[in-house]
């Protein structure tokens, strides 16, 4: 990657042939914000390991790459002549939109810092970067409300204070600042008991020491960190993190259209109803972040700001276990040998499970994306499937609510037709599929796939991870639920249980037909207990079941 052929840098050559910058121009920043891309990726799953404080908050290694892919989207849509400026200001407004948990809205603020001090320079010497790290460790303080020692506030710190004396030497000064956080990441278990106990360093302050990485590669051409094998980092972190947040239960994030005046009583109100609060940007639009029991009391009070949007809601405890399924899962992609020509309109499916991607490959899927509840996949993602599959139209099924928005991002980001059925289960994704037609148009495609998904009614059997009430009483943890249109509809003591209780709430007589989608903690007698229950009660309904392997829910359940 070093030296490239035309770069914007101003630069001596050093004895041994390579080049060190004494400034930085548009393409070094952008190539800076490449390979920070490229070492997030490669660590990642390191970094989720790391993930144990404040609580498992979606992991922060995957959090933290999904914040720079936006990023690297946004700089993918400028031409290669931009300006320092342009190039800051998309960094600067792709982490704020792409921005994913604490960490990285966090990171968020910190490249905003960075890039803010710069403004329209023509090149970033020594004093702007020492300016543009102090700026960033202010500006990410100022986005917490209880900023804590021993995370990456305190790696942004330390790199700062070591950079502030190297003024005149942009090589000394990147290399200081990299090595002082490196020692203050060393130190974050002393501060935090969480980490010391788990046997780790700080996961959030290991993901920007790699930024500081990616800054001296660039600057001075020092060798980049391999991620070290994941067997070396304790795997009892994550069981741990599995077990449940010992904080509030839930994530919630959005936009905030808002008035910058009213920000700081939002934030007062915040502060109230939940911990790990972070709230970023400017001029009149904010990313927001809490973790909280109060869902409806977090979403209401920005109401008083301004409008939220593309707001996203997270059970922390479900949210580790399911990501890290799909991050361990592995779906098939279909031998090229297998697939057709490519149709005039291609469908492309977010989906968890082996079982269910096979069934949605033999429906006509022509590209799968691995994606769930809480692991939403990366626009990037679905941008790499859209172009896989050859056709100059697509219809993509997100197969879920929470992948809606990251889904309608696609069509602006590519320069083919897309149209997005709202599936909102994977049921939904197969009664879709049964009008698709890939002679149509994906407009055509996308209005009878929208109505065949309608015509289902689903539900989803899970288990209760605390306790708490609703219509049908008290739920205590560990209870086994059926949720369907309208919240919970039905508490048992065994999964057989929830799911014919369930079915039975959500049968009518029109119904014909239930399917079954057996997951994780199914099993051959519990399937049989469903099965012999509906040709007793609802000798009627026809019934079909299929494997599906999704992680969480034992049993999908679809009637039509």
């Known amino acids: 990657m070093r030296p490239r052929p035309g770069a914007d840098r101003q630069g001596v050559h050093c004895s041994i042939g390579g080049v060190v910058a004494t400034s930085l121009g548009a393409s070094d920043l952008r190539e800076v914000v490449a390979t920070y891309l490229e070492l997030l990726r490669s660590h990642r799953e390191v970094l989720n390991r790391l993930n144990v404080y404040p609580v ?33 200001q998309a960094i600067s407004h792709g982490s704020l939109m792409g921005a994913r948990g604490n960490s990285g809205v966090i990171l968020s603020q910190i490249l905003r810092g960075v890039v803010e001090e710069v403004g329209d320079a023509e090149a970033v010497d020594a004093k702007t970067l020492a300016a543009a790290l102090a700026r960033a460790d202010e500006l990410a303080r100022q986005a917490v409300v209880h900023p804590v020692e021993g995370t990456i506030l305190t790696i942004a710190r330390a790199a700062a204070r070591a950079a502030a004396p190297h003024e005149d030497d942009l090589v000394e000064l990147v290399r200081a600042a990299r090595d002082e956080a490196t020692k203050a990441l060393a130190h974050t278990p002393e501060q935090l008991p969480a980490l010391a106990q788990a046997g780790v360093v700080d996961a959030g302050g290991s993901g920007l020491v790699l930024f500081f990485d990616a800054l001296c590669h660039e600057v001075a051409g020092d060798a980049l960190p391999e991620a070290p094998p994941l067997e070396s980092v304790p795997s009892h972190v994550h069981e741990a993190a599995s077990a449940g947040p010992l904080g509030p239960t839930y994530e919630v994030m959005f936009l905030l259209e808002g008035d910058d005046a009213r920000i700081p009583a939002f934030r007062e109100v915040w502060t109230g109803l939940g911990e790990s609060i972070v709230i970023v940007g400017g001029q009149g639009l904010y990313n927001c972040h809490i973790h909280t029991d109060d869902i409806g009391g977090a979403i209401e009070a920005s109401l008083d700001a301004g409008r939220p949007r593309e707001i996203r809601v997270t059970n922390l405890s479900d949210q580790v276990l399911e990501e890290r399924w799909v991050r361990e899962a592995t779906i098939e992609r279909l031998p090229e040998v297998a697939r057709p020509p490519a149709p005039a309109t291609s469908v492309v499916a977010v989906v968890v499970g082996e079982g269910v991607g096979r069934i949605f490959y033999s429906l006509g899927v022509r590209e799968l994306v691995a994606g769930g509840q809480s692991m939403n996949p990366a626009t990037a993602d679905l941008v790499k499937a859209v172009a896989a599959t050859g056709s100059p139209e697509m219809v993509i099924l997100p197969n879920n609510k929470n992948v809606r928005l990251v889904a309608e991002r696609v069509g602006d980001l590519v320069d083919r037709v897309v149209r997005v059925v709202p599936t909102d289960s ?135």
């Open 56 to 88: 498992p908050d979606g992991d922060t290694g995957t959090n933290m790459t999904l914040t720079v892919e936006s990023v690297s989207i946004g700089l993918a849509a400028l031409g290669e002549d931009a300006t320092l400026e342009a190039v800051g």
């Open 426 to 560: 994977v049921i939904e994704g197969f009664a879709a599929l049964l009008a698709y037609d890939p002679a149509a148009t994906a407009e055509e495609n996308a209005a009878a796939m929208t109505a065949s998904a309608q015509k289902v009614t689903t539900g989803e059997v899970t288990r209760a991870v605390r306790d708490s009430e609703c219509d049908l009483g008290p739920i205590h943890r560990g209870d086994w639920i059926g949720l369907g249109p309208g919240g919970v509809r039905a508490v048992a003591d065994s999964v057989s249980g929830a799911a014919r209780a369930l079915i039975a709430a959500l049968a009518r007589p029109e119904h014909e037909l239930v399917t079954l989608i057996e997951g994780d903690g199914s099993s051959p007698a519990n399937t049989r207990r469903i099965t012999d229950y509906l040709a007793e009660e609802f000798p009627h309904l026809a019934v079909e079941v299929h494997h599906g392997g999704q992680p969480l829910y034992p049993y999908y359940v679809g009637l039509e």
